[in-house]
């Protein structure tokens, strides 16, 4: 059974960091792409960030490009999101998500940025 976790999530200024984490179980996570998703309210989900299989191969949607960085623990099946120069326009719920193994998603991680 797919499982992700995520976790991190909280409440930052505008202009400050936080590091997401995501804890995959339940299928090969060392073959599969992995991918950050978030929702704002109000909005539809969306993609943000992708890594390959082995990490070689990162992607970005412009508005997170130059300030998130996408990683990958394959010996401990996490992914990361490190975020850095926050802004209000980052609020939202960011969720890890396993393409090859569609709708099985997390409960996600609750990010506010705010002064």
């Known amino acids: 059974q797919v499982r992700l976790v995520e976790s991190g999530g909280g409440l930052v200024q505008p202009g400050g960091s936080l590091r997401l984490s995501c804890q995959a179980s339940?299928?090969?996570?060392?073959?599969?792409?992995m991918t950050w998703y978030r929702q704002a309210p109000g909005t539809e989900r969306e993609i943000i960030a992708l890594?390959?299989?082995?990490?070689?191969?990162?992607n970005y949607v412009n508005s997170v490009k130059g300030r998130f960085i996408i990683s990958r623990d394959n010996d401990k099946n996490t992914v990361d999101l490190q975020m850095n120069s926050l802004k209000s326009e980052d609020t939202a719920v960011y969720y890890c998500?396993?393409?090859?193994?569609?709708?099985?998603w997390g409960q996600g991680t609750q990010v506010i940025v705010s002064a």
């Open positions: 998500y396993a393409p090859a193994f569609s709708g099985n």
């Open positions: 339940g299928f090969n996570f060392r073959t599969s792409t």
């Open positions: 890594i390959s299989e082995t990490g070689d191969f990162t």
